[in-house]
């Protein structure tokens, strides 16, 4: 696992861009050399490298695993539910972060059809929100307690297809920083966008991940070959 440098270590990062001179780590084979990818997006207060601890419970021998870091460890300041010029200028920088370690596994030969998108809690919103601007056959898309971002007023149609992108969306029904009904409005957008989306609730589980998400995530990454 390999850091292109610390977290927070330039200090002359452009402040319009806040996430663009944090490290993006990787993990696992080379991406010149591996058959598929993850990209990992970690919560807020985590790191690149907590999320790559998940990743390798479950990632093959074949694949790379990127994870962006953000800046101060926050991809956006606010709820994800707050307006969403709020959470600018993080927000729209956190969202070319997963672009650019796009690119970068595209650029490797790796082909989006072999590519899974993964975030835990605010890197969930901030996965769900890229994949839902930017609908493509992707390899997979896993949602762990996460939702589209901004409040119910600004929920607007998004264009395109993922043309059958097999998505894993799993949180608790009693999660403080997730409501229930973002989840299932998340579900909708991307059922309307031509996603094959799997649905999961779990009771009382509160803010985390559990084996059931696990076992699905591991599932997912497995399709990938």
């Known amino acids: 696992?390999?850091?292109?440098?610390?977290p927070d270590s330039d200090s002359h990062h452009n402040a319009s861009e806040p996430h663009q001179n944090q490290p993006l780590m990787t993990m696992g084979a080379s991406p010149d050399a591996a058959g598929s990818a993850v990209i990992a997006l970690h919560g807020r207060g985590a790191t690149a490298r907590s999320i790559l601890q998940f990743v390798e419970t479950f990632r093959q021998s074949e694949q790379v695993a990127l994870a962006p870091q953000a800046m101060g460890q926050s991809w956006y300041p606010n709820s994800f539910l707050a307006e969403t010029e709020s959470n600018e200028p993080g927000l729209s920088s956190g969202l070319?972060?997963?672009?650019?370690?796009?690119?970068?596994?595209?650029?490797?030969?790796?082909?989006?059809?072999?590519t899974l998108l993964l975030g835990f809690s605010q890197g969930a919103c901030l996965t769900a929100e890229f994949v839902a601007r930017k609908p493509r056959r992707y390899g997979g898309v896993a949602i762990l307690s996460g939702g589209v971002i901004g409040p119910e007023t600004s929920l607007r149609d998004y264009d395109g297809s993922f043309e059958g992108t097999p998505i894993f969306i799993g949180c608790s029904d009693n999660d403080p920083h997730i409501p229930l009904e973002r989840v299932h409005e998340t579900t909708t957008i991307f059922e309307a966008l031509e996603g094959d989306v799997t649905e999961r609730i779990y009771e009382r589980m509160g803010h985390g991940i559990n084996e059931d998400e696990q076992k699905a995530v591991t599932e997912l990454v497995e399709r990938l070959r």
């Open 1 to 6: 696992m390999t850091p292109e440098s610390d």
């Open 96 to 114: 070319q972060a997963i672009d650019s370690a796009l690119v970068e596994v595209e650029t490797a030969g790796i082909p989006l059809e072999r």
